[in-house]
């Protein structure tokens, strides 16, 4: 099993910077990746960044050149550093982990809120 808290989230201007972390514990040697979805209201749940094992990031074209994905290995933790943030931003983000041994186990945040004002 693996655990991942989310947190950072919160209520930010348009225009600000908000960091979210994601620490994960438990089982994690089988783990491949760790990232973010979001949810904005009323719309699907939407693949946001991932870093890998080998600590490579990748980031939704449509954000990359205002969030950044990041990782401490030491502290088991990923951050999302979103920069120029816009209202569209607002949803909820959800923090996952990808385990693959003889199956793809994917395991979940409770997901922290990101709310952007004009």
């Known amino acids: 099993q693996v655990q991942l808290v989310e947190s950072g989230g919160g209520l930010v201007q348009a225009g600000g910077s908000l960091r979210l972390s994601c620490a994960a514990s438990?089982?994690?040697?089988?783990?491949?990746?760790v990232g973010w979805y979001r949810q904005a209201p009323g719309k699907q749940r939407e693949w946001v960044a991932l870093?890998?094992?080998?600590?490579?990031?990748t980031v939704l074209d449509s954000v990359k050149d205002r969030f950044i994905m990041s990782r401490d290995g030491a502290k088991n933790t990923v951050y999302l550093e979103m920069n120029s943030v816009k209202v569209e931003d607002t949803a909820i983000y959800y923090c996952?982990?990808?385990?693959?041994?003889?199956?793809?186990?994917?395991?979940w945040g409770q997901g922290t809120q990101v709310t952007v004002s004009s």
């Open positions: 996952y982990a990808r385990e693959v041994t003889t199956q793809i186990n994917t395991y």
């Open positions: 438990g089982r994690l040697f089988n783990i491949v990746d």
């Open positions: 870093i890998n094992r080998d600590d490579k990031p």
